[in-house]
C-alpha cells in the first residue's frame, strides 16, 4: 500500500493540473495513508464505577468474551494501558476507574497512588477519547467524584499532550429501566424509550457542566453470556450506533482497526464509503476535464488503494492477490503477480474512454461504481458475480448522469 501511494505522489507530479490542485490531491492522499498505511489501534480512556460495565462493553463492542466480568477482583488495574485483541485487531484501553470511590478495589490500593499511575499511563501514551459511563440506574446519584475525574483527567491530557480530548458519555444497562418486562431489545415501548431518554439528558446534562460543551451521551445494553468462547445470549443494544459515533471522535489512523475488530457491517460501510468520498473528490480534481489516457494511472492507482482499504476495512488481509482478484471479478483479465503500475494500467480499461480521453465524470462514475462494488464483494460478502453485476450496474447509472 505504501508503495502504491507513492507511486501515486510520484505520478502526480506530472499530470497537467494547477499546483493548487496537486496540493489538494496530495492533501486527500496522506488521509488516505493516515488511514490506512498508519492505522493503529484506538486508544480509549473509561471512567466509570466499578461494576458500570467497563468490561461488558468492551466484550459487546467485540462481540466476544474478552474481558471478565462481574469478578469481585476487577481485570483491569486502573492506570495501565490494557490491550484486547481478536484477529482483526487491537483497542488499547486506559482504565481510570474509582479514584472517588470509597470501597477501592484491591489493587488499586497496592499500586498506591493512583492519581499519579493515571498521569504516567497519559503520559506514555495520548488516549484518543474518553467513555463516561454510568449506569441507567445510577444517572440521578451524586455524580461529583466520578465528573471531578472525568475534569482532572482532560486537564491532565490538555497539559500534557495539548489535546482536547473528546467525551462520550455512555448510559449504560438500560435494558434494566422500566418496563421490565421489556427486556429484549430493540425497547421501542414507549415508556422504556422515555425512560432511557430521561437518563440520557440527566448524564447530558451533568457532563456538559465539567467539559463547557455539549457532549454526546449514547444509551447502550451490553450485556451478553458466553460458553464456551460462543455467545448463547446477547442482549446487546445500540452498541452499533456507539462504534459509530466513536469511530467519528478518532484520528483518522485509529477508525479502521476499530470498524473491522467490532464487525458491524454499517459501520463498515459508512467508513468505507467515507473513503470512497474522499478519492471520488481527487477523482473529481483530476478529471475536471477529460483525461489523457497517460494520466489514467493517478486516478486507477487511487480506486486501487480504496479497494485494498475497503477490503481491510472488511477484515481482509490486504494483498496484492486478493486485489487482483476483485479486479479480475470485475471483468479484467490480468494475471497475478503483477506489479501495482500494471494493475493500474489495466484498471483503466474498465473506464470507457473516447479515443486517448477518458471524461472526467465518467472516472468519478467509475470510481464510485467501483467502491460501491468493493462494499458489496469484501464488506457484505456478496459473490464476485454480485458485486461485478453492482459494479455494471453503478458504471450504466454514472452514464445516464451524463
Ligand atoms: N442487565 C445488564 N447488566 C449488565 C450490563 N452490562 C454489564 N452488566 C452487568 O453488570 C455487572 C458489572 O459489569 P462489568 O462489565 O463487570 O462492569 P465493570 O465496570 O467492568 O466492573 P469492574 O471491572 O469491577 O469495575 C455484571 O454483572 C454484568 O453482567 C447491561 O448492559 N445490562
Ligand atoms: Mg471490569
Known amino acids: 500500500m505504501k508503495d502504491l501511494l507513492d507511486f501515486i505522489i510520484k505520478n502526480i507530479q506530472d499530470l497537467k493540473i494547477s499546483k493548487k490542485n496537486k496540493e489538494i490531491i496530495l492533501e486527500e492522499i496522506e488521509k488516505l495513508r493516515a488511514f490506512i498505511v498508519d492505522a493503529r489501534p484506538a ?3 473509561i471512567v466509570g464505577r466499578r461494576g458500570a460495565g467497563k468490561s461488558s462493553l468492551i466484550n459487546a463492542i467485540f462481540g466476544e468474551e474478552k474481558a471478565e466480568v462481574g469478578h469481585t477482583k476487577s481485570q483491569t488495574g486502573i492506570g ?3 490491550t484486547f485483541s481478536n484477529d482483526l485487531g487491537s483497542i488499547e484501553i486506559l482504565d481510570t476507574r474509582g479514584l472517588g470511590e470509597a470501597s477501592r478495589p484491591e489493587e488499586e490500593v497496592l499500586a498506591g497512588t493512583p ?3 493515571i498521569e504516567n499511563a497519559i503520559r506514555d501514551k495520548c488516549p484518543d477519547v474518553v467513555l463516561f459511563l454510568c449506569k441507567a440506574k445510577e444517572v440521578d446519584a451524586r455524580l461529583d467524584e466520578d465528573l471531578l475525574q472525568l475534569k482532572q483527567l482532560r486537564e491532565n491530557i490538555k497539559a500534557i499532550h495539548d489535546y482536547d480530548i473528546p467525551v462520550i458519555g455512555i448510559v449504560t444497562q438500560v435494558d434494566e429501566l422500566a418496563p421490565l418486562s421489556d427486556v429484549e431489545p430493540p425497547y421501542e415501548h414507549p415508556e422504556k424509550q422515555a425512560n432511557i431518554k430521561a437518563t440520557v439528558d440527566i448524564l447530558q446534562e451533568k457532563i456538559a457542566d465539567v467539559v463547557l460543551k455539549p457532549v454526546k451521551v449514547i ?3 451490553a450485556y451478553m453470556e458466553f460458553r464456551d468462547g460462543k455467545i448463547v445470549y446477547d442482549r446487546r443494544w445500540n452498541i452499533d450506533m456507539l462504534v459509530e459515533y466513536l469511530l467519528t471522535e478518532l484520528p483518522q489512523e485509529a477508525q479502521v482497526i476499530l470498524a473491522k475488530l467490532a464487525k458491524i457491517k454499517t459501520v463498515q460501510k459508512k467508513l468505507a464509503r467515507k473513503i470512497a468520498k474522499s478519492v471520488m473528490g481527487i477523482t473529481g480534481i483530476v478529471g475536471a476535464s477529460p483525461i489523457p489516457m497517460a494520466d489514467m494511472p493517478v486516478i486507477t492507482g487511487l480506486q486501487i488503494s480504496m479497494i485494498g482499504t475497503i477490503a481491510v476495512i472488511g477484515g481482509q488481509k490486504l494483498s496484492r ?7 479480475t ?5 490480468i494475471g497475478a503477480g503483477l506489479a501495482f503500475r500494471e494493475i493500474a494500467r489495466n484498471l483503466a480499461k474498465l473506464i470507457p474512454a473516447a479515443g486517448n480521453l477518458v471524461s472526467g465524470a ?5 470510481t464510485y461504481a467501483i467502491s460501491e462494488a468493493a462494499i458489496a464483494y469484501y464488506i457484505d460478502r456478496k459473490s464476485e458475480e454480485e458485486a461485478k453485476r453492482i459494479f455494471d450496474k453503478e458504471m450504466k447509472n454514472g452514464q445516464v448522469d451524463q
Open 80 to 82: 495501565k494501558w490494557y
Open 115 to 117: 492519581l499519579e499511575e
Open 321 to 327: 492477490e486478493s486485489i487482483i482478484k476483485f479486479i
Open 362 to 366: 465518467v472516472a468519478t462514475a467509475g
Open 219 to 221: 444509551p447502550v445494553s
Open 43 to 45: 486508544r480509549i480512556a
Open 329 to 333: 471479478a470485475m471483468g479484467l483479465n
